[in-house]
């Protein structure tokens, strides 16, 4: 149990350095936010798919799992990854990378509290403190920097709506990871991660198509030097990152896990 919960924290760290290159990479695209969700979706998807052949715990456990399962799992990709991934990189095009993922360390309290009321999960004082302290730290990395440097200068936006859809997306980003822990009682982290991923995908082309913005969206995604940024972005940032943060949600309580993964902007520094 020990070494599970050791390499659970762990997992949540490296889920942070992978999000800070994504973020880093997608801030600097020029497609629509929810253009560049639909493509990493559609990437990362594929490579999920493709490992759990691999690396996956056999058709037993997708036989066994119950209907509620798959049902909290979808719930969870169309919260956290087609709407709040979609309103994360709005706010990363708006503020820039660095000072959207300091909103970001609004996710562990949210998760403590959901934690708390619908996943029973208690943390002891030491634990809350050793939280309280990682979150300041974060703050004070990051206060004195230049963040307006950040700015692609692609995409403008009133600084107000950048931050209102950073903390709109923590909140659909925890709520997602609290489905997914949920479902996880039956369901391994990778093919948890497959099954929101490839979800939100086929959500998030069903919506373009019925907006009629997919062709506009096929032009930008395919525009040169984009494809080849994408696929690094998705492979780092949503392959290995979001396969990892299940499995760090999966291994220790809820908060510990997101106060893990909240140091991205640190990486990002």
């Not at 066994?64 to 919260?79: E, G, K, Q, R």
Request: hydrophobic share 55%.
């Amino acid at each position: 149990m020990g070494s599970a919960m050791e390499f659970g924290q762990v997992a949540g760290l490296v889920a942070a350095a992978c999000w800070a290159i994504g973020s880093f990479i997608y801030s600097r695209l020029d497609a629509p936010a929810a253009a560049m969700n639909l493509a990493k979706n559609a990437i990362s998807g594929t490579l999920l798919l493709l490992s759990i052949p691999l690396f996956g715990s056999g058709m037993g456990l997708w036989i066994a799992a119950p209907a509620s399962a798959y049902l909290w799992l979808v719930i969870s990709a169309v919260v956290g990854i087609q709407i709040g991934d979609a309103a994360y990189f709005r706010s990363i095009q708006i503020l820039g990378p660095r000072k959207a993922l300091v909103l970001t360390t609004l996710t562990p309290p949210i998760s403590a509290v959901l934690g708390w009321f619908w996943l029973a999960e208690q943390l002891e004082l030491p634990a809350l403190i050793a939280m309280a302290i990682t979150l300041v730290g974060i703050a004070v990395v990051i206060r004195d920097r230049n963040l307006a440097s950040d700015r692609s200068g692609l995409h403008e936006g009133n600084p107000r709506d950048g931050l209102l859809l950073g903390v709109f997306a923590a909140f659909c980003q925890s709520t997602g990871l609290a489905l997914s822990k949920v479902s996880m009682q039956y369901l391994p982290p990778l093919e948890a991660s497959a099954i929101r991923i490839v979800t939100a995908f086929v959500g998030g082309l069903l919506v373009a198509q019925y907006t009629g913005v997919l062709p506009r969206w096929k032009q930008q995604l395919f525009a040169p030097g984009v494809p080849k940024r994408l696929f690094v972005a998705g492979f780092i940032g949503t392959y290995i990152g979001i396969w990892l943060s299940l499995v760090s949600a999966n291994s220790v309580a809820l908060a510990i896990a997101t106060t893990k993964m909240s140091v991205t902007p640190v990486f990002m520094v």
